[in-house]
């Protein structure tokens, strides 16, 4: 397949994406890929670079992308990769280190080492709404990266849960309470800790809509977070636990996780924005309890600045993300592991109304993808 000089991509212009011609296509290195874009999924981390002016002006936009491979670096383990093989990645896009490459584009540059390898038998899915399962559509290839990488992040390498499959026996001995279970980290923190038996049950906080859902995943129990009293129901009836997860980690989530705690004994609290790590009310703030979080961002071999923050270099958190790539890849193959129920869109116009439809919230329990 012959690769042009330039391309269609999203750009940051002025406050919003805007689609250009003529852009250039990122050139390859000796340790990367290139890959031809079919479908690429959406995340809010795309409105909140916008809208925070933190993505560079002139940057292309988006994360999640499956496609094609087309061109191949010289130092890249050729036994392992091939023209024409289908890959899906996390893309840096809207980076002040790589304004040159972002998912919503034509071709995009990827790491080899970080990326999920899929059948060449994938199909576009005819529907526009699409229920939860296989991964045998490049809609549903497209949809899973960034929020999969953190799920994987906060569970195996925060909480430290082992890679094994189904044990017999539960890693620990006491309950997992995942607050905010059908966002896309919940969905699939929900599927790993059931399928590791990382604990004696799992305790999901959603709303009630979502239940036959996140029980299909391995949810034992569902409080419904729009219940005022929500944390008196579980504390009620929860009075110890010491594992718990905020997959929507906004400063309300993270106080009513904290309040979930047990009051005795360690107890930690993971979720996934650094800079709420300090925002406990005064009156519920107690010695036992950790919070831990994550970024993404760790995964890459450089820093990566977004606006005002930059996200260092952590070559552990790479190696272990590297390491649940290789042992989650079959159980997407095999359908062990489900995508998220999902909502399509098409072409670039179409990644521009899932990103905004998100600054509306209109994506309870979904992920939206569009096809290029």
């Excluded at 269609?8 to 002025?14: M, P, V």
């Excluded at 699939?188 to 305790?203: N, R, S």
């Excluded at 008196?232 to 905020?246: C, G, H, P, V």
């Excluded at 979720?271 to 890459?300: A, M, W």
Aim: proline letters at 5%; charged letters at 25%.
């Amino acid at each position: 397949m012959s690769v042009p000089t330039t391309m269609k991509a999203l750009i940051n212009e002025g406050g919003k994406m805007v689609l250009k011609e003529n852009v250039p296509v990122p050139k390859l290195t000796e340790t990367t890929m290139l890959v031809k874009t079919r479908a690429v999924g959406s995340n809010p981390f795309e409105a909140l670079l916008i809208d925070f002016k933190f993505a560079p002006e002139g940057c292309i936009m988006g994360s999640d992308m499956v496609g094609e491979i087309v061109e191949i670096g010289s130092k890249v383990d050729q036994t392992q990769y091939q023209v024409g093989d289908v890959v899906a990645a996390v893309i840096n896009g809207g980076t002040v280190q790589f304004p040159d490459n972002g998912a919503y584009s034509e071709y995009v540059k990827v790491d080899p080492n970080t990326i999920f390898k899929f059948p060449k038998t994938l199909t576009f899915t005819k529907k526009t709404d699409v229920a939860t399962g296989k991964f045998d559509t490049w809609e549903a290839c497209a949809s899973f990266p960034m929020v999969f990488y953190t799920a994987l992040a906060g569970t195996f390498y925060q909480l430290k849960l082992k890679l094994e499959w189904q044990p017999e026996e539960p890693q620990y001995d006491h309950p997992i309470l995942i607050w905010g279970g059908a966002t896309g980290v919940g969905q699939y923190a929900i599927q790993f800790v059931k399928q590791v038996h990382g604990f004696t049950k799992i305790i999901v906080v959603a709303s009630k809509k979502h239940e036959k859902l996140l029980k299909s995943y391995g949810a034992d129990e569902i409080f419904d977070y729009h219940d005022e009293d929500v944390v008196e129901q579980i504390t009620a009836k929860y009075d110890n636990l010491r594992t718990l997860m905020d997959c929507r980690s906004l400063p309300k989530t993270i106080n009513q996780t904290y309040r979930c705690a047990s009051k005795t004994g360690k107890v930690i609290l993971m979720q996934y924005v650094p800079s709420f790590v300090d925002c406990i009310d005064g009156e519920n703030k107690r010695d036992n309890v950790e919070i831990t979080t994550t970024n993404l961002y760790q995964l890459n071999e450089v820093p990566i600045t977004f606006g005002p923050m930059t996200v260092p270099v952590d070559p552990k958190y790479r190696a272990k993300i590297i390491e649940c790539i290789k042992f989650f890849n079959p159980k997407l193959i095999s359908g062990d592991i489900k995508h998220t129920p999902l909502k399509v869109y098409k072409g670039f116009e179409g990644a521009i109304e899932m990103v905004d439809d998100i600054r509306q919230h209109k994506n309870s329990g979904i992920k939206f993808v569009s096809v290029l």
